[in-house]
RNA sequence: GGGGCUGUCGGCUAGUUUGGUCUAGGCUUGUAGACUUGGGCUCUAUAGACCCCGGUUCAAAUCCGGGCAGCCCCA
């Protein structure tokens, strides 16, 4: 009985928790290919809400969806040494089409600057031109030797990546912020997940860019995930793929680029930082079914009455756009019910019953707190918008307060270290800026910089690893 | 990157140590029916499996080798 449901407690095995609730709540499954995996109904649904929200913000803002090849000819990936030194290692090629081998192979793309911007050297001609704000989302594949997880590391996943050009560093710098912050938006009013803002270290970027702004999210184990990430590409891609336009100067300029993307690896997120032992718990403005009503008919009792009860709540939901559905599957019994949406995350439960008529109320179950309330028929539409919003807000207040309980700060590297083993998540330390102290602190700890933060804070010590003078406060954590 | 472990009906598993009544057992699920329904009811009937390739052997789910797939732990 047990082993239909979550079996593993969450603060007990939480990498056989996150197994569990992602293969038993039926968001993925296991595909027959080593390290691919299968997107189900329950999370492609998901990956809709996220594209759906994101996609309304980006139009908003003057950028369009295009769809480019998913073959990128090597001499193109090769062409900014820098980008394809740093991807090289984990791209899938195709060598062979049908039965001849091909004269030139191709990379399945691991990203697709190389083949966008070979085409933007078509497009731009003059200033006129610019900006060139596009967005494609499709799949990525890199080859991953590591240990994959559904999600969080996968060799195929979904994505959508943004690439822009324009006349200027500066519209380049406030396009690279400008997504930060929608991607901001996205992850905390909406996934309820905070985030950290800030800037990669050179180790850390992204591989051909000028810098890299990060968002980055701390788990329940304590460890760090890259929830997306926004690159100034500056002109080194312009200046390799011979992308430039003639100024109103009349003068040749190469343009500015960024980049900017978010994958499937937000929902593996969600289900770690709100799922419980029961299961899913989805924020309700990105879940796919927001209210599941549960009909209880008793032998005896007035059946029919109760249906077209629970019906005539549906109507009333639906009519307001809330994503409701009646399970009204006779074969189940309502307690099974109860805990296959659950384990589902779908956010409020409304039971009617014999009891319930005949109070002229609703029971509503809250799936964050398992929470129940009554509420009167009239007022039942009312509520359950109220409580749909609570829920969202509970969600991130739980989330937020996660987040600031895992951030230390220290001032000597034993305590880094001591830290870092007895409680893990982000470790906030004084670092002198030059890459070697990074390195050496990932090889003897695992840690790395996930940020240099925005919000400048003067140095505490001197750096935790050298002890030369600091120049700067950044978030150490071990990660995904 | 390093280490450990696992693969048996759709799911969870017994059997593997010590090869042989294993014609592979149980629970759950599926299907048909009855009974129930406020937290995974109960009963009846029925369906369903040894990951793949090779080796050892009179005999392989069991031992050996390889492959494929998955999980966990550490960095």
């Given amino acids: 009985m047990s082993d239909i449901g979550v079996t593993v407690k969450k603060n007990e095995n939480f990498s056989e928790w996150y197994t569990e609730v992602v293969l038993k709540s039926g968001l993925a499954d296991y595909a027959p290919i080593k390290g691919c995996m299968i997107f189900r109904e329950l999370s492609y649904a998901i990956w809709e809400k996220i594209q759906e929200i994101f996609n309304k ?24 040494a820098e980008h394809f030194a740093g ?92 997504i930060l912050n ?32 990060t968002l980055e999210a701390i788990m329940p184990d304590g460890k760090a995930l890259q929830m997306g990430t926004s690159h100034n590409l500056g002109q080194n891609f312009a200046k390799v793929f011979d992308i430039k336009y003639i100024g109103e100067d009349e003068k040749e300029h190469y343009v500015w680029q960024t980049s900017w993307g978010i994958s499937t ?34 032998k005896g009792a007035d ?74 028929l009239d007022d039942a539409v009312h509520a359950i918008e109220k409580l749909l919003e609570e829920i969202q807000n509970s969600l991130y207040a739980k989330a937020k307060a996660a987040l600031a309980e895992k951030i230390t700060t220290v001032s000597s590297y034993n305590e880094f270290q001591w830290t870092l083993e007895a409680k893990g998540g982000f470790i906030k330390a004084a670092w002198c800026g030059h890459s070697r102290c990074e390195e050496k602190i990932k090889e003897e700890t695992g840690a790395t910089i996930r940020l240099r933060p925005f919000e400048k804070e003067p140095p505490i010590t001197d750096c935790i690893y050298c002890g030369a003078k600091a120049v700067e406060m950044v978030y150490f954590a071990r990660s995904y």
């Avoid at 990203?111 to 967005?135: F, G």
């Avoid at 029919?304 to 009333?316: C, G």
């Avoid at 307001?320 to 019994?333: A, M, N, S």
Wanted: proline share 6%.
């Fill in 182 to 213: 929608e991607y901001r938006d996205l992850m905390e009013s909406y996934l309820a997940i905070p985030v950290l803002v800030g800037v990669k270290t050179d180790n850390e970027k992204f591989a051909g860019a000028l810098y890299t702004t």
């Fill in 265 to 298: 690896r937000l929902i593996g997120a969600l289900v770690m930082v709100h799922g419980d032992d029961k299961g899913l718990v989805i924020p309700p403005k990105v879940a796919p079914i927001q209210v599941v009503i549960v009909p209880i008919p008793y």
């Fill in 303 to 376: 059946s029919a009455a109760i249906m077209a009860k629970a019906k005539e709540v549906r109507e009333k939901l639906v009519e307001k756009g809330i994503t409701t559905i009646l399970d009204d599957r006779e074969e189940y019994t309502p307690g099974w019910k109860f805990n296959e949406w659950e384990l589902k995350g779908v956010p409020i439960r409304v039971e009617i019953g014999p009891r319930d008529l005949k109070q002229e109320q609703v029971t509503l179950a809250r799936r964050d707190t398992y929470q129940k309330t009554a509420v009167k």
């Fill in 87 to 178: 991807f090289v290692p984990e791209v899938a090629w195709v060598t062979q089409g049908g039965d001849s081998p091909l004269e030139e192979k191709l990379a399945v793309r691991p990203t697709s600057e190389t083949i966008i911007y070979a085409t933007y050297a078509k497009w731009i001609r003059s200033w006129r031109d610019l900006p060139i704000k596009l967005n494609q989302w499709c799949n990525i594949v890199r080859w991953e030797t590591k240990a994959t997880k559904p999600f969080l590391r996968t060799r195929e996943f979904l994505w959508q990546e943004g690439h822009t050009a324009h006349a200027t560093k500066e519209d380049s710098d406030k396009e690279v912020m400008d």
């Fill in 57 to 80: 913000k980006i139009k908003a803002t003057g950028h369009k969806n295009v769809y480019f090849p998913m073959f990128i000819p090597e001499s193109f990936l090769k062409k900014e």
